[in-house]
């Protein structure tokens, strides 16, 4: 036999069983991370927005007004997802430009206008958008609610919210429009299902979340709750009302309402974003 040629096959079956044993042992080390052991190639990351049921659905206000909702617009943009090492609190402390992280990407980079109220009764979180990332846990979220640009059906505002609320034999047509620019750093959605994890050919989602009880209480919730005791409600709004119509912006409102009432509804704007129950922080 030619020396040569054994000597070919002797390398080439060592290459192998050296490649295979690499193969095997990084299998190995990478079971017990889902994410990492994904992070070949790319996937699908989905944005979605949660008005709750609160929206969809309607609810009773913490003063017995009966709430629902034709539209609810928000001004969304600048969503930012992150995957950031260990376990990410939010803070207002932080600045965007100093946040280690060592992924991210861009979901919304033009202002886009959600519906909040769009759907049936029992319709699933509006998908705003998706986007084509590298797998692994996205733990961490940048968002804004900004002011419309003249173009936008929202022009000069953050928020319309359009309905009708129901009290005895009363029933006032509102049209609440407010431009409250806010920017939100959020971590880890708090929910029943964790979200936010990608991997390779599972699409993973990250929600942004409105809590529109911050505003108005809720009256399945006792009174001496901090939602229903921070919460502006509705009946200072149906003050404001006129023949049974209320169509309100927010230098009316800063105008018109309390000094009290005024506190009321700022901290309950800033407050209204969560990601599920998890908390966000406003930062500069």
């Given at each position: ?202 699409p993973g989602e990250v929600e942004t979340t409105f809590h529109f009880d911050h505003i108005f ?68």
């Open positions: 036999m030619n020396r040569n040629l054994v000597k070919f096959n002797t390398i080439a079956l060592l290459s192998l069983t050296i490649v295979s044993c690499a193969d095997s042992e990084t299998a190995e080390n990478n079971n017990g991370n889902p994410a990492v052991a994904n992070a070949q190639g790319s996937a699908t990351l989905n944005l979605v927005a949660n008005g709750e049921d609160f929206v969809r659905q309607g609810f009773v206000t913490k003063d017995g007004w009966t709430m629902n909702f034709d539209r609810l617009d928000v001004n969304l943009a600048e969503v930012t997802a992150y995957q950031i090492d260990g376990v990410f609190e939010p803070s207002e402390t932080y600045t965007l430009d100093g946040l280690e992280y060592q992924e991210t990407v861009s979901l919304v980079d033009t202002p886009q206008v959600v519906d909040l109220a769009e759907g049936e009764a029992d319709a699933a979180p509006i998908l705003v958008t998706d986007a084509e990332v590298t797998p692994g846990f996205y733990n961490a979220m940048a968002w804004q609610i900004d002011t419309a640009g003249a173009d936008s059906p929202l022009a000069g505002k953050t928020m319309v919210m359009q309905g009708t609320a129901t009290k005895d034999d009363r029933t006032i047509n509102f049209d609440i429009s407010l431009n409250r620019p806010i920017q939100y750093l959020c971590g880890e959605y708090v929910g029943e299902d964790r979200k936010g994890i990608v991997k390779t050919g599972t209480g809720d009256a399945e919730t006792s009174p001496d709750e901090a939602i229903n005791v921070d919460a502006l409600g509705f009946e200072p709004l149906a003050q404001l009302a006129s023949n049974d119509s209320l169509t309100i912006d927010d230098a009316t409102l800063t105008q018109q309402l309390s000094a009290e009432d005024q506190e009321k509804l700022t901290k309950a704007v800033i407050g209204l974003d969560h990601v599920g129950e998890g908390h966000c922080a406003v930062i500069e």
